[in-house]
């Protein structure tokens, strides 16, 4: 099981990114983003079902990010708008075989290797 994020960068304040995080070994229910700054926790960015209908957002990203997913490429994509300094941080791709949408890190089983996000005022 490998789960390839990328997409991460260097992007001013006001501006957009979007992350990517490709799939690969098995079949996932659920998927997400989550995000930890320099000196704080791990925390929950987006979640979204297996059908791509159902989709979690954290408050501080709600109306600015949109996940989606692709299941014929096995892909999970973060589409990040309007950022702020405050969204600095390394971006983590997370997914889970089980159907029941998650914002709790523990209950997701595979994770990607991070990548970071920058964002300059």
């Known amino acids: 099981v490998q789960l390839l994020a990328s997409g991460g960068g260097l992007v001013q304040a006001g501006g957009s990114m979007r992350l990517s995080c490709t799939i690969s070994?098995?079949?996932?229910?659920?998927m997400g983003w989550f995000r930890q700054a320099p000196g704080k926790e791990r925390e929950f960015v987006a979640a979204v079902g297996w059908s791509g209908m159902s989709k979690y957002y954290a408050d501080s990203v709600k109306g600015r990010f949109t996940i989606s997913r692709d299941n014929a490429k096995s892909t999970v994509n973060l589409q990040m708008n309007s950022l702020k300094p405050e969204d600095t941080a390394v971006y983590y791709c997370?997914?889970?075989?089980?159907?029941?949408?998650?914002?709790?890190?523990?209950?997701?089983?595979?994770w990607g290797q991070g990548t970071q996000v920058t964002v300059s005022s």
């Open positions: 070994g098995r079949t996932f229910g659920i």
């Open positions: 997370a997914a889970d075989p089980r159907l029941v949408l998650t914002m709790r890190a523990e209950q997701y089983a595979d």
